[in-house]
């Protein structure tokens, strides 16, 4: 049987990824309103909008890593602890993808005779759907393994 501190503890954890996958939503919606701002960029709409979405993951990573700990330390579960370690990796991997892939869809916008802005966009894209998917198998071993009486 699952403890009641572990199905919060889970639960929590999910939420957590609910948030982080809506600013993900809204990080994108920002930066697509960016975009129609050019030739003459808004940056300073932009810059605070990053500034709210680095807020958003520094907070959502921090309890996620006190998940992480609280599942490892306190409840005995390094299953799920390892889970959550390797789902943080992926997720930075992520967000470092998304910057990348936002500089060279501006780049893109802004060169569009290059034909190797357009490929890096391309490039970007596969390894943000690659990331995704990594992230999905995560989310599905730890549900799978949160799932088992422990």
Do not use: N, W
């Not at 990053?50 to 309890?63: C, M, P, R, Y």
């Not at 992520?94 to 500089?103: G, N, P, S, V």
């Amino acid at each position: 049987m699952v403890s009641t501190d572990s199905k919060a503890l889970i639960q929590r954890f999910y939420q957590l990824q609910s948030e982080r996958l809506e600013a993900y939503r809204l990080f994108e919606e920002g930066h697509e309103a960016y975009l129609k701002t050019g030739p003459r960029y808004d940056f300073e709409h932009y810059k605070q909008l990053v500034h709210q979405i680095t807020l958003a993951f520094s907070g959502i990573s921090k309890e996620v890593l006190d998940i992480k700990d609280e599942l490892r330390l306190r409840l005995d579960r390094p299953d799920l602890s390892e889970h959550v370690d390797k789902l943080q990796c992926r997720e930075k991997r992520k967000l470092q993808l998304t910057a990348q892939l936002q500089l060279a869809r501006q780049r893109a916008q802004d060169h569009p005779e290059d034909e190797t802005s357009l490929e890096t966009v391309r490039r970007l894209k596969q390894e943000i759907v690659k990331t995704q998917e990594a992230l999905s198998e995560i989310m599905q071993d730890f549900k799978y393994d949160s799932e088992e009486s422990h």
